[in-house]
């Protein structure tokens, strides 16, 4: 199993950057993608940004402009640049192989906490 672990959350004022970290050994030779989702408090997950295997990039409207999402093959981690965050940020970040379940792909992150304050 490819199994995602989340780091680099934390709290910052409105305006500031973050950078989240998801690294999943396995996930470049597994063929896996990688997306991020997001849930705040008592709402729904909300998909954030995904990365292909061939490194094709998805944003949601929400964050389109202000984060970048990336890739390190070689340390099988996958980035979320986080920048002129709000506090509708805030959120439990989580990250998610995309792919064929028998590769090892489709497994979740336990998630990491942003706190975006005004």
């Known amino acids: 199993q490819v199994q995602p672990v989340e780091s680099g959350g934390g709290s910052v004022q409105a305006g500031g950057s973050l950078r989240l970290s998801c690294t999943a050994p396995?996930?470049?030779?597994?063929?896996?993608?990688m997306d991020w989702w997001r849930q705040a408090a008592e709402k729904e997950r909300e998909w954030v940004s995904g990365?292909?295997?061939?490194?094709?990039?998805f944003y949601a409207d929400s964050v389109k402009g202000r984060f970048t999402i990336s890739k390190d093959k070689d340390k099988d981690t996958v980035y979320l640049q986080m920048n002129n965050l709000k506090p509708d940020d805030t959120a439990v970040y989580s990250c998610?192989?995309?792919?064929?379940?028998?590769?090892?792909?489709?497994?979740w992150g336990q998630g990491t906490q942003v706190t975006v304050s005004s």
């Open positions: 990365i292909t295997i061939d490194g094709i990039t």
């Open positions: 998610h192989t995309t792919g064929t379940r028998s590769a090892g792909c489709g497994n």
């Open positions: 396995g996930f470049t030779s597994n063929s896996c993608g």
